[in-house]
């Protein structure tokens, strides 16, 4: 292509440098949307309990094992950029929630899906993206209505939460309940309450995980575990009640900022000199033992001499530990954290009751433990295999999340395809109120509601039609908890067998799904600039942009 305009005195306006491609209107629209139901298809038979796995295999030969949404999306490496605008959706998603991933993008996939139906009916696409959004909305609307209340103290409901949303993690197995407990006490030991709310930082809830045993194995450390071991073999491995320092400075003799010459011209001299470096290290030494410490955790390097004098102390020591496990060795055991140590005093300590090395899977381990109401703890995942362990903390990350949405939103909603299913029912209704062309798109945003149930019934052995003409029949009679009861293939009441889902993942889902597929079908125009480093293809209309995944 040479130019984009018209004509000036019979030459050709160039805008565009030769090798750029350029789509416009309708074929745009067209590439766009084939890309994104592409992606959506990718990830869908990954939906549920009875969803199957992906295996990727990236450029060096590592493989990861997995159905998790965000994971498969991150890992497959998509070129085109409306894919990358469904993957965005997925990191958003989890980002947010920490579940609802694979939801998202198959609802995004299928919102364009019928919208492409529509624009084949001659409907504009301001006028499907108008409907999209009054339909997006009102969804919301909607689900808060219908949506149960659930607080932190409802702990039987939050590990129902826990365990629904570990359900398509088929690693997992039998061993989700003892997770999903183990998770509900993590959760609710380092929330925070005020008068109004509760926040939960999640990044106070470490995950540690090493091969061996198995997924029963697992537990929650009241404290927190660090993946080190101490620095001297004349330490003690365990130390009760523990004083701890933290320190953020090196325990070293520092080094001059500028280049500085020492001449020394007699063995005595450097002796002196060994001495002098040796006398400031048993100083710097001898201010952590006046401190009352007996463990320290050193977020930069300690001399070997220093070392020396630590173990001839009896004190406990770990170097190089990072800035995050500092902070939450902070949070767990209320030490302060000290830039020197001159300002290092008895005030600045934290306690636990045992600080003690472990051998866990054939490495060495700093296990904190036994902190007075921490508000930063660990959970140390164990599992039969590499994957399966990987596997194990992509589910209690998820988990996590889910768990805090729950809290944070203080309501729940029914999974199993039934509060999709309910929305759809109650938008259809919305859509005959709204009338005109709207309502098409109205119709069509609760169709693509029900992929959900659809994909479900599909990975249960179900019939997707007739489950969806059962489910429908059976939410029109205001039954809003009716889903797909995967194990038994057929449709049952979720609220009896607590598949729990929080109402932000759904909210989140929808919304982000929607703001998608609507910014995907505003482009009419796709101008993709040449690639520098080799001759323009000339391979059909989209030139550069490939839909490699």
Same mark, same amino acid.
């Given at each position: ?11 050709? /306006? ?92 198959? =609802? ?34 909607? @689900? ?55 926040? /939960? ?24 575990? /660090?993946?080190?071991?101490? !620095? ?58 006046? %401190? ?13 001499? $220093? ?30 954290? %000290?830039?020197?140590?001159?300002? @290092? ?6 306690? $636990? ?45 998820? $988990? ?104 932000? !993942? ?20 796709? =101008?993709? $600039? ?20």
């Amino acid at each position: 292509m040479t130019g984009v305009g018209g004509q000036l005195s019979g030459q050709p /306006i160039v805008v565009l440098p030769e090798g750029s491609s350029r789509v416009i209107g309708r074929d745009a629209q067209r590439i766009n949307i084939m890309v994104a139901k592409a992606v959506a298809n990718a990830v869908r038979s990954t939906l549920g309990p009875k969803g199957m796995d992906k295996m990727l295999v990236d450029e060096i030969g590592d493989i990861t094992i997995t159905n998790d949404g965000a994971t498969i999306l991150d890992e497959m490496n998509i070129e085109h950029p409306a894919g990358k605008m469904l993957v965005e959706v997925a990191k958003t998603q989890d980002e947010e929630t920490g579940d609802g991933t694979t939801t998202a993008v198959v =609802i995004a996939g299928e919102l364009l899906k019928h919208a492409e139906n529509l624009l084949d009916q001659e409907i504009h696409p301001t006028i499907i993206i108008k409907g999209y959004t009054m339909a997006q909305e009102k969804a919301i609307d909607l @689900l808060n209505e219908i949506s149960d209340p659930i607080d932190i103290k409802d702990e039987k409901k939050l590990v129902k939460v826990c365990m629904t949303t570990m359900a398509s993690k088929g690693t997992i197995g039998k061993s989700k309940e003892k997770l999903a407990k183990i998770i509900v006490d993590a959760v609710k030991q380092v929330a925070e309450e005020s008068k109004d709310s509760i926040t /939960i930082n999640q990044d106070y809830i470490k995950i540690e995980k090493k091969q061996g045993g198995n997924l029963e194995d697992s537990e929650l450390i009241k404290g927190i575990v /660090i993946d080190k071991e101490r !620095v001297h073999s004349g330490m003690p491995r365990k130390v009760e009640n523990a004083k701890i320092a933290l320190l953020d400075a090196a325990l070293e003799v520092k080094k001059t900022e500028t280049d500085a010459e020492i001449n020394i011209t007699s063995p005595e001299q450097l002796q002196l000199f060994i001495e002098q470096e040796e006398k400031m290290l048993k100083e710097m030494v001898d201010k952590i033992v006046e %401190s009352g410490a007996n463990v320290l955790f050193c977020q930069k390097g300690i001399d070997d001499i $220093a070392q020396h004098y630590l173990a001839k102390a009896g004190i406990f020591a770990v170097r190089r530990v990072k800035k995050s496990d500092m902070d939450k060795l902070a949070k767990a055991t209320g030490a302060k954290i %000290s830039s020197s140590v001159n300002d @290092l005093s008895k005030d600045d300590l934290g306690y $636990a009751k045992s600080v003690e090395e472990k051998k866990i899977a054939g490495e060495a381990m700093t296990f904190v433990e036994g902190c007075n109401d921490p508000k930063a703890v660990t959970i140390l995942i164990r599992g039969g295999t590499q994957h399966v362990v990987d596997e194990a903390e992509r589910a209690v990350n998820d $988990a996590i999340g889910a768990a805090i949405s729950a809290i944070e939103m203080g309501k729940i909603v029914y999974g199993g395809g039934a509060i999709e299913t309910a929305l759809a029912v109650k938008l259809r209704d919305y859509a005959k109120k709204i009338g005109g062309r709207e309502q098409l798109a109205i119709e069509a945003f609760a169709e693509s509601l029900e992929i959900i149930p659809r994909t479900l019934a599909e990975s249960a052995g179900m019939d997707p039609i007739d489950t969806l003409v059962k489910l429908r029949s059976e939410h029109a009679k205001g039954n809003k908890n009716i889903g797909v009861f995967i194990d038994k293939a057929d449709i049952g009441d979720m609220s009896k067998i607590d598949v729990i889902e929080p109402a932000k !993942v759904k909210s989140q889902a929808i919304s982000s799904a929607a703001e998608a597929a609507n910014m995907i079908l505003k482009i009419d125009d796709i =101008i993709a $600039a040449s690639k520098k480093s080799s001759a323009p293809e000339t391979g059909g209309p989209q030139g550069g942009m490939g839909m490699e995944y």
